[in-house]
């Protein structure tokens, strides 16, 4: 695969315009930044109520940041919901 080696990220060529083709054509008109990160954030800390394994799967120092930005309510139900969606299997989910 060809890209741009950023820091310790690779980033595929002409990344940011292939993103936003995708988001397009999915339907989204307004994106905004982070959802992803902060939707799998969100959905890990109501599903498995672990903040400092999630600290070191997002990359943070510390899980203050996670407290504070990160942080929204939601029910364990809904991350079940989430997770299974994505694929994780239903006994992971029984924790």
């Known amino acids: 695969m ?6 310790e990220r690779f980033i595929p060529r ?6 936003q083709a995708l988001r397009r054509a999915a339907g989204f008109r307004h994106w ?10 969100t959905y890990h800390a109501a599903m498995f109520r672990n903040l400092a394994e999630l600290q070191l799967e997002m990359g943070h120092r510390d899980t203050s940041l996670l407290r504070y930005r990160y942080m929204v309510p ?10 299974r969606g994505a694929g994780v299997p239903g006994k992971l989910l029984r924790r």
């Open 14 to 19: 002409n990344w940011k315009r292939k993103w």
């Open 32 to 41: 905004v930044p982070d959802v992803c990160r902060h939707t799998f954030a």
């Open 74 to 83: 939601a029910r364990r139900k809904d991350a079940a919901s989430f997770w």
């Open 2 to 7: 060809r890209g741009i080696r950023k820091r």
